[in-house]
């Protein structure tokens, strides 16, 4: 029996996306309050990891995408982690795979919540950038350095994301 090629996205929890990164939010209290009080820090959120090279920062702009969503190409990068942080507070949809072998396993889809933001573990299969809304404009932090940071995989077959409901989340 073949797996489902039909993903229901689920809410991004730091919980649901530990094996896969880290979940990137404004949640709770600071660590700690800078700038005489006034400036609130949630500190080290995010394990960057790079094998060589150093961290860069760039910015990407993606094409809005709708749900349901269809997809059949994953990647990862295996000599460091990327970050992907929205410029502006609206969804966006991560698409990330358990790695089996040289090749990834079955996906699973998250929606993040508005000004939630998300670092892919150094080596984790994930889709590409996917807006569900807004401008699509990221600042992406990842690692800068020579030789290759990129291996695609393409499914046999295309996976369709919905939400629970057939839903578009993006409203």
């Known amino acids: ?22 979940v990137l939010e404004a949640a709770g209290e600071p660590a700690r309050l800078i ?3 006034a400036c609130g820090r949630w500190h080290d959120l995010a394990a960057l ?5 150093r961290a860069g920062i760039s910015l990407f702009r993606a094409d809005i995408r709708s749900l349901p969503y269809r997809f059949d190409l994953v990647e990862r990068h ?24 040289d090749r990834p396993g079955a996906p699973h889809a998250f929606v993040t919540r508005p000004g939630e933001a998300i670092n892919f573990h150094r080596g984790v299969w994930h889709g590409v ?14 690692r800068i350095g020579e030789g290759a940071n990129l291996e695609e995989f ?5 996976f369709t994301v919905m939400t629970e409901d057939g839903s578009d989340s993006s409203s």
Do not use: C, H, K
């Open 1 to 22: 029996m073949s797996p489902s090629r039909t993903l229901i996205a689920e809410p991004l929890s730091s919980d649901a996306f530990a094996p896969f990164g880290d």
């Open 35 to 37: 700038n005489d009080g």
């Open 49 to 53: 990891d790079f094998t060589d090279g």
């Open 78 to 101: 295996p000599n460091g982690s990327q970050a992907f942080i929205p410029m502006e507070a609206v969804p966006f949809l991560v698409i990330v795979a358990p790695g089996e072998g």
């Open 129 to 142: 950038l996917t807006p569900i809304a807004g401008n699509g404009l990221f600042a992406v932090i990842d």
């Open 154 to 158: 393409r499914y046999d077959a295309p």
